[in-house]
């Protein structure tokens, strides 16, 4: 597990409860800085809580969580002066639909960073051209494409110069042709040397990009290690269980509804009175 001075995240004893329902019972981890950590597991594993308790959008039920040397549970720190430095990337683009492209990716620099128009407007513009979108300036997120849309949202994560990205499922809203352009992103902050923390279900991604994979379930790591171990050959049975049903899903039954067949052959999805913990 890296730790240390290196770390641009770090982790301990970190718990959330929901009500009487414990989300995350106890979570200890670190993400050195410049590592890729791709976070993998079941619907409900707590792996979307664990992201929001990193820039506190969740506030953690006990725990500590240090970023960039900042302990952001402490009661006294400037958390918007730390979330400045975080940069997050969601399921859904939230994107501004009556701003252009260009205001989305200007309007905090200048309201946050104090940057002027025609700098906040120059880097802008540059980042576009990274993510492939340096036509699209001046469109309005609704004639973008779910593809188009999150790239821009990544952009504008950037734009405000962050010294690591949290990446929360960013591709599971997209239709399956558009996830490759994302990614594509993705890898090009991975090779230029940004920490990312990414939860994903595209296991093509963790095995090509990450350093380290952690599999969470039920709220606890169950495995972590390189690519190589948790995704290629798992110690775990959970974590080869959950894999076979992601890898193959016709494997593992599952109906054409999204959950697995129960063994009377009925559905067992949400609702089925199988454990449905919160994320």
Not at 196 to 213: I, K, N, P, S, Y
Request: net charge neutral; glycine share 12%.
């Amino acid at each position: 597990m890296t730790g240390g001075d290196g770390a641009a995240i770090e982790v301990r004893g970190l718990r959330k409860t929901f009500g009487t329902l414990e989300v995350l019972r106890g979570i200890d981890f670190s993400v050195a800085r410049g590592e890729v950590v791709c976070v993998i597991g079941p619907s409900g594993s707590g792996k979307s809580t664990l992201l929001r308790c990193v820039n506190l959008l969740e506030e953690p039920s006990a725990g500590r969580i240090t970023v960039a040397g900042t302990e952001v549970t402490d009661p006294e720190v400037d958390l918007d002066r730390v979330r400045r430095r975080i940069g997050m990337v969601f399921q859904s683009f939230n994107l501004f639909p009556h701003l252009t492209v260009l205001e989305n990716l200007t309007l905090a620099q200048r309201r946050v960073l104090r940057r002027d128009r025609a700098a906040a407007d120059r880097i802008a513009h540059g980042l576009l051209a990274r993510v492939g979108l340096a036509d699209k300036a001046a469109a309005y997120p609704a004639r973008l494409s779910g593809g188009q849309q999150q790239r821009v949202a990544i952009a504008r994560a950037l734009a405000m110069d962050p010294e690591l990205m949290l990446f929360d499922e960013p591709t599971s809203a997209l239709d399956p042709e558009l996830v490759g352009e994302v990614l594509s992103v993705m890898r090009s902050l991975a090779r230029d040397g940004m920490t990312m923390l990414v939860v994903t279900h595209e296991m093509g991604f963790a095995r090509e990009v990450a350093d380290r994979v952690v599999f969470l379930d039920g709220g606890l790591i169950v495995e972590e290690g390189t690519p190589e171990r948790v995704v290629g050959a798992p110690r775990h049975e959970r974590t080869r269980a959950f894999l076979a049903r992601v890898l193959d899903p016709s494997a593992a039954g599952v109906d054409g509804s999204g959950g697995t067949k129960g063994r009377n052959g009925g559905a067992e999805g949400p609702g089925s009175g199988t454990d449905q913990r919160t994320e």
